[in-house]
């Protein structure tokens, strides 16, 4: 059995290095939205795969980390970062271009991590999360699987939050922890 739950953000980038001239040479913003998909081996004492509601904590803080948010790949110019990081309280550098498919691999393993590295205590199986869609536009969305992992070489350590962004994160600490495992 599958439950998907779904989340948003309002975010901005550019694509370095792929075929779109407009994508690729200029800063634009999306409304994506990002279904995250688990399973379990069993159901909680509430007949669930994974309460909904256990979502909207770390989960949700990191999709809504790229909310109003200029995402940016760690190999740009310098010159072209500190500008960002100067005049834009919200931001994220990491270390993949921002494509529809670098968000769901980084959100897939995000997840991944996060219910990893949590304690459930409502008689919870062993959930996973069997997979990530961003939907970039209303027309195009990237999935990346549990065995996409291996795609791209992504450390979720690399991915660097504003310190704005991470002042707005529910229950800092314990995600700063969890995320320090
Ligand atoms: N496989 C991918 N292709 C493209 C991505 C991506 O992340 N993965 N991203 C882009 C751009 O970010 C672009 O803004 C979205 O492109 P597109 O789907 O062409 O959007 P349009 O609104 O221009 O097209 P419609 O067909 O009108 O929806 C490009 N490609």
Redesign the pocket.
């Given at each position: 059995m599958i439950i998907r739950k779904k989340f948003k953000f309002e975010g901005a980038?550019i694509?370095r290095n792929?075929?779109?001239n407009?994508?690729k040479k200029s800063i634009?913003g999306?409304s994506y939205i990002v279904e995250v998909f688990f399973t379990s081996n069993k159901l909680d004492n509430g007949y669930m795969i994974l309460d909904f509601g256990l979502t909207k904590k770390h989960i949700e803080n990191i999709i809504d980390s790229f909310d109003h948010a200029y995402s940016m790949w760690s190999e740009e110019k310098e010159e072209f970062k500190n500008f960002f990081k100067t005049n834009s309280e919200r931001w994220i550098e990491m270390p993949v271009s921002p494509?529809?498919?670098s968000y769901s691999l980084m959100f897939l393993k995000f997840i991944d991590h996060i219910l990893k590295h949590t304690t459930f205590s409502n008689a919870e199986g062993d959930v996973l999360v069997t997979s990530v869609r961003v939907h970039?536009?209303?027309?195009?969305y990237?999935e990346a699987f549990r065995e996409d992992m291996e795609l791209i070489e992504l450390d979720i350590k690399k991915v660097v939050f504003s310190k704005e962004v991470i002042n707005e994160w529910k229950e800092k600490d314990e995600l700063i922890k969890i995320l320090s495992f």
């Open positions: 980038h694509v792929c075929s779109t407009r994508c634009h999306h494509s529809a498919e970039e536009t209303k027309t195009g990237a």
